[in-house]
């Protein structure tokens, strides 16, 4: 039943930018991520979760979050309970990263 909430809860905050990931609140999708990142404005994105296991390697930096002015949740999970795909860390941050200011929660 969990699954079945989490998947209408994903369609509904596609439903009215179909095509354009950058203008939805909530991101997950590994693909719409980086489509998000390229995008030059992302003021509605609140929330960003981001299973590693179905990423490729990702590099944030603080000039991508410098864009994201409400982001106040950044999960970043690798969904691999027995550890058998994990092949090395799939996450960069520079030495000068900065966390947006509205952040509130990291997990």
């Known amino acids: 039943m969990h ?13 009215e930018y179909p095509k354009d990931p950058s203008k939805w609140s909530r991101l997950w999708d590994p693909n719409d991520i ?3 990142f390229s995008a030059k ?3 509605k994105i609140e929330t960003i979760s981001v299973d590693l296991s179905r990423s490729k ?5 603080s000039e991508m979050f410098a864009k994201i002015k409400k982001l106040r949740l950044l999960k970043v999970y ?15 941050l520079p030495i000068d990263f900065e966390f ?3 952040l509130r929660y990291l997990h």
């Open 3 to 15: 699954d079945l909430i989490q998947q209408t809860g994903w369609a509904i905050v596609c439903e």
């Open 34 to 36: 980086d489509n998000a």
């Open 41 to 43: 404005m992302m003021k």
């Open 57 to 61: 390697e990702i590099q944030f930096t």
């Open 78 to 92: 690798y969904n691999d309970h027995h550890c058998l795909t994990r092949k090395k860390d799939k996450i960069r």
């Open 100 to 102: 947006p200011p509205n």
